[in-house]
């Protein structure tokens, strides 16, 4: 059975700007064909077992020739897969698509073009550039401006393009600015007209050389520029003064790695875009229900709820976890009506009153010390105490409560074990420097990125780390982090995410570069 090819335009490089029929297609692809202009981010969204494939070119270097692009397309579909071709921008505009498309149909294979959102026009909005506008240019032209200075003069009537339009967006033509200012000089365009080069535009990496016809070659030498970059010429330039935003926000230019499991990460990666940076997800952990002994003993525990004094909830997953085994155990919170309820930190009091839960709000610290110091007075000697936890808790609570006299039932509700992910595209940003910051939000974030870095065949993780500044919810996080041999130079004020997302926010500021 013949299989079917999608030829999907992954948008310009923020993964974001996918559109949904597109993420749509790599979910169900069983084989991704991507490029370099794709960001690698979205193959994480293929599911389990997706096969994908590199196919990228520089200019100085094809992975593969075109011709071996469409016919790999056309034998994966007679294979029956379903093949999704990841392109960068829209699979139309300069991408190959129609000569993709052309095979497929000599070949009797179905297809279907899903448009992205090309770079001509979402690059230069990034860099507060709009390619019209109604005072300044009606019109654009959009022209590939990567091949030879022969070619081009092939391709291009330069007599009608230079003044076709207000607007000119060159695609890929950083190599050939002189002698692209040069013609569109010689053709009537004024040398002072404005011209911007817009590199790796929506991404961590953006960078914007701005100039006029006259001097961008010079500029562009003395500045080392070098591709992808994307060239507007025309008025519309000057707007970037007033309209430049992306560059403005928070966190603009930093790639930020986030070790949460994929359920816990949201509010953090969805915080740092928010923010104008670029999140890489990379979940070391995953949260899981307890099995075997683990287990029974939970269900023990759970099989009393009417007889403690006391439940300490000391973090959301243990809350979500805690009302996954009542339900499992058809059980409800009712059983707990002798307890008194507190919460160890505001997101942690927020899980429960989402279940309609009026748990007490800890004062002070948000960690498992400030219990102690809240409720030392009230802590009575035999009085039965529920801690409803994860695996890999720490001992110093029950131990501080024994110590008083409590007993103390330590409930595991769910056990973190390694995500197991493999990702070749995280060593390569750590090796060149491109991973700015780290956010640790766990001991065990610490201990499991470390060892998947090293089960990745990184033979000095903390040494690959050094690039890259350390960020940690709390202090026992950082603890655990310094005492692996890494550097923490970010630590949250409070041991939550929006705290510590404002600490990365402070060190942007602080003069890190961009």
Same mark, same amino acid.
């Given at each position: 059975?013949?299989?079917?090819?999608?030829?999907?335009?992954?948008?310009?490089?923020?993964?974001?700007?996918?559109?949904?029929?597109?993420?749509?297609?790599?979910?169900?692809?069983?084989?991704?064909?991507?490029?370099?202009?794709?960001?690698?981010?979205?193959?994480?969204?293929?599911?389990?077992?997706?096969?994908?494939?590199?196919?990228?070119?520089?200019?100085?270097?094809?992975?593969?020739?075109?011709?071996?692009?469409?016919?790999?397309?056309?034998?994966?579909?007679?294979?029956?897969?379903?093949?999704?071709?990841?392109?960068?921008?829209?699979?139309?505009?300069?991408?190959?698509?129609?000569?993709?498309?052309?095979?497929?149909?000599?070949?009797?294979?179905?297809?279907?073009?899903?448009?992205?959102?090309?770079?001509?026009?979402?690059?230069?909005?990034?860099?507060?550039?709009?390619?019209?506008?109604?005072?300044?240019?009606?019109s654009v032209s959009i022209?590939?401006?990567?091949?030879?200075?022969?070619?081009?003069?092939?391709?291009?009537?330069?007599?009608?393009?230079?003044?076709?339009?207000?607007?000119?967006?060159?695609?890929?033509?950083?190599?050939?600015?002189?002698?692209?200012?040069?013609?569109?000089?010689?053709?009537?365009?004024?040398?002072?007209?404005?011209?911007?080069?817009?590199?790796?535009?929506?991404?961590?990496?953006?960078?914007?050389?701005t100039g006029t016809l006259?001097?961008?070659?010079?500029?562009?030498?003395?500045?080392?520029?070098?591709?992808?970059?994307?060239?507007?010429?025309?008025?519309?330039?000057?707007?970037?003064?007033?309209?430049?935003?992306?560059?403005?926000?928070? $966190?603009?230019?930093? &790639? *930020?790695?986030?070790?949460?499991?994929?359920?816990? !990460?949201?509010?953090?990666? +969805? /915080? #740092?875009?928010?923010?104008?940076?670029?999140?890489?997800?990379?979940?070391?952990?995953?949260?899981?229900?307890?099995?075997?002994?683990?287990?029974?003993?939970?269900?023990?525990?759970?099989?009393?709820?009417?007889?403690?004094?006391?439940?300490?909830?000391?973090?959301?997953?243990?809350?979500?976890?805690?009302?996954?085994?009542?339900?499992?155990?058809?059980?409800?919170?009712?059983? $707990?009506?002798?307890? &008194? *309820?507190?919460?160890?930190?505001?997101?942690?009091? !927020?899980?429960?009153?989402? +279940? /309609? #839960?009026?748990?007490?709000?800890?004062?002070?610290?948000?960690?498992?010390?400030?219990?102690?110091?809240?409720?030392?007075?009230?802590?009575?000697?035999?009085?039965?105490?529920?801690?409803?936890?994860?695996?890999?808790?720490?001992?110093?609570?029950?131990?501080?409560?024994?110590?008083?006299?409590?007993?103390?039932?330590?409930?595991?509700?769910?056990?973190?074990?390694?995500?197991?992910?493999?990702?070749?595209?995280?060593?390569?940003?750590?090796?060149?420097?491109?991973?700015?910051?780290?956010?640790?939000?766990?001991?065990?974030?610490?201990t499991h990125l470390l060892?998947?870095?090293?089960?990745?065949?990184?033979?000095?993780?903390?040494?690959?780390?050094?690039?890259?500044?350390?960020?940690?919810?709390?202090?026992?996080?950082?603890?655990?982090?310094?005492?692996?041999?890494?550097?923490?130079?970010?630590?949250?004020?409070?041991?939550?995410?929006?705290?510590?997302?404002?600490?990365?926010?402070?060190?942007?500021?602080?003069?890190?570069?961009?």
């Amino acid at each position: 059975m013949t299989g079917r090819v999608y030829l999907v335009g992954a948008g310009p490089g923020d993964a974001r700007l996918i559109t949904l029929k597109g993420l749509d297609c790599i979910e169900k692809g069983d084989v991704i064909v991507y490029d370099r202009l794709a960001n690698p981010s979205l193959l994480r969204k293929a599911k389990p077992g997706a096969e994908k494939i590199y196919v990228g070119k520089r200019t100085d270097r094809h992975t593969m020739k075109q011709e071996d692009i469409s016919r790999l397309l056309v034998d994966l579909a007679l294979a029956g897969k379903t093949v999704v071709r990841l392109k960068g921008g829209d699979p139309t505009v300069f991408g190959r698509g129609g000569e993709e498309a052309e095979l497929l149909r000599k070949h009797g294979i179905p297809y279907e073009i899903v448009p992205g959102i090309t770079a001509a026009i979402s690059v230069p909005a990034y860099a507060g550039i709009p390619v019209t506008h109604r005072d300044l240019a009606s019109s654009v032209s959009i022209i590939a401006g990567h091949e030879s200075p022969d070619k081009l003069d092939l391709s291009i009537n330069w007599e009608k393009v230079t003044n076709a339009t207000g607007t000119l967006v060159f695609m890929m033509g950083v190599a050939n600015i002189g002698y692209i200012s040069k013609q569109l000089i010689a053709h009537g365009r004024p040398p002072e007209t404005p011209v911007a080069l817009v590199r790796w535009g929506t991404r961590a990496e953006q960078e914007t050389l701005t100039g006029t016809l006259a001097d961008i070659e010079q500029k562009v030498l003395d500045a080392g520029f070098k591709p992808p970059a994307v060239t507007v010429v025309g008025e519309v330039v000057n707007q970037r003064e007033q309209l430049l935003w992306a560059e403005a926000m928070p $966190l603009f230019g930093k &790639r *930020i790695l986030v070790t949460r499991s994929r359920s816990q !990460a949201s509010d953090l990666v +969805r /915080g #740092i875009e928010e923010l104008g940076g670029e999140p890489y997800e990379f979940p070391v952990i995953q949260i899981s229900m307890p099995s075997g002994a683990a287990l029974e003993r939970t269900d023990e525990a759970l099989s009393r709820l009417e007889t403690y004094d006391w439940a300490f909830f000391t973090s959301v997953n243990g809350v979500d976890y805690f009302f996954k085994h009542l339900e499992r155990l058809g059980k409800d919170i009712r059983a $707990l009506y002798k307890a &008194r *309820i507190a919460a160890v930190g505001p997101a942690t009091l !927020a899980a429960l009153r989402e +279940r /309609g #839960i009026a748990a007490e709000e800890l004062p002070g610290r948000f960690q498992a010390e400030g219990l102690l110091e809240a409720y030392g007075p009230e802590l009575v000697p035999g009085q039965s105490v529920l801690l409803p936890r994860g695996d890999l808790a720490r001992a110093w609570l029950p131990e501080a409560l024994r110590d008083q006299g409590l007993a103390v039932t330590e409930a595991v509700m769910y056990e973190t074990v390694p995500a197991g992910e493999k990702d070749e595209e995280l060593i390569k940003l750590l090796e060149k420097g491109r991973i700015h910051a780290v956010t640790f939000t766990s001991s065990s974030t610490v201990t499991h990125l470390l060892a998947a870095l090293s089960g990745m065949g990184v033979a000095d993780p903390v040494a690959a780390l050094r690039g890259a500044e350390i960020a940690c919810i709390g202090p026992v996080t950082a603890r655990t982090a310094e005492e692996a041999g890494l550097r923490v130079s970010i630590l949250a004020k409070e041991a939550t995410i929006p705290s510590l997302i404002e600490a990365l926010c402070d060190w942007k500021e602080r003069g890190a570069s961009v």
